[in-house]
């Protein structure tokens, strides 16, 4: 049976699908009934993957309700999609030619399927959204605190920075329950924190951001989190390489343990030294570190084996 692979271009209130190689196409409301009908429609064919794009709030009860059927997912960056419609001439945007384009990307790419885990997964992303925007507002409450003269915006300013303290104390709780009630997730975390300079909350950053760490090659997983050097090269002439792209947020959470690493992991800080010894910039020899850190675990992680001490 031929496997098929369909485009799924969700909105607010309809689902736009289209199957290749057959082409057929279908449009549903978005809710229970209108997943149902997808089900239906899939039938017995051979599905390889349902390709679609994050959407907000708006594509979570069609993901969730396809898994529990067992339905193969790919969720695949907006952007990527976006720039692979432009490579294949298909400017036009409707929601019926924007199924297509994913259905095609699916067949061309083959973007990775979600895990059975994606669920947790999605409670996961949640909480760390909210962590972040905790994160924010704690940082502008304290930059207030040196505006203010009044005493009763100084007390209520100070009142609000201890609630911040507390909603992001709470939020961790949930997110290390979440992660110990997970025996897999609970594993990779495990190791991870046993990389010298990775906290608990880069650990869970990592897993929540990144959860394709341990899946992927060196070059990827550099490059996933904007940490590959991008050269740049045309005849005679050779510019300065540079990282870009990537996930901002794994990249931040990587800068602090980078620093750490360098004072307390033996092999890193060797590296960090070698570098700055051949004249790098600091900056530099930090991304090193960073890109150094992100590649041991994403090998940790694939050998499932915690960090130990290098012997001679």
């Known amino acids: 049976m031929t496997d098929i692979t369909i485009g799924a271009d969700i909105s607010k209130d309809h689902i736009d699908l289209y199957s290749l190689p057959d082409g057929q196409t279908l449009k549903v409301i978005n809710d229970r009934k209108g997943f149902a009908a997808v089900v239906r429609w899939i039938g017995t064919k051979g599905v390889e993957r349902i390709v679609y794009e994050p959407t907000g709030p708006y594509h979570k009860a069609f993901e969730s ?4 059927k067992g339905v193969p997912l790919s969720k695949v960056n907006p952007r990527s999609a976006r720039r692979f419609a432009e490579a294949i001439g298909r400017l036009a ?9 994913l259905a095609r990307y699916g067949t061309l790419l083959k973007p990775r399927l979600l895990q059975a885990s994606a669920q947790i997964h999605t409670d996961l992303k949640e909480l760390h959204v909210a962590r972040l925007a905790l994160i924010k507002d704690k940082t ?3 930059n207030r605190a040196n505006t203010f003269s009044s005493p009763l915006l ?5 009142d609000r920075r201890r609630q911040i303290e507390r909603q992001i104390k709470a939020v961790d709780e949930a997110i ?13 975390f495990e190791i991870l924190v046993s990389i010298p300079g990775v906290s608990q909350v880069t650990a869970f950053t990592l897993l929540i951001e990144m959860p394709e760490l341990g899946e992927l090659d060196e070059k990827a997983a550099a490059a996933l989190c904007g940490l590959a ?4 090269q045309s005849g005679r002439w050779t510019g300065r390489a540079f990282v870009a792209g990537g996930r901002a947020i794994v990249r931040q959470a990587l800068y602090m343990p980078a620093l750490v690493a360098c004072r307390f992991n033996p092999d890193l800080k060797a590296k960090y030294d070698q570098l700055k010894a051949a004249g790098k910039p600091p900056k530099v020899a930090i991304t090193a570190i960073m890109r150094k850190l992100i590649v041991l675990a994403n090998a940790l992680l694939r050998k499932n084996q915690k960090w130990t001490v290098k012997t001679a």
Do not use: E, W
């Not at 290390?176 to 990779?188: E, F, P, Y």
């Not at 050097?229 to 740049?232: E, G, L, Q, T, V």
């Open 140 to 142: 502008a409450t304290k």
């Open 154 to 158: 100084k007390r209520q300013n100070a």
């Open 65 to 68: 309700f396809m898994m529990v």
């Open 176 to 188: 290390m329950a979440l992660v110990g009630a997970d025996i897999s997730l609970q594993t990779r």
């Open 229 to 232: 050097p991008i050269s740049r």
């Open 93 to 101: 945007k409707t929601d019926r030619i924007d199924a297509a384009m």
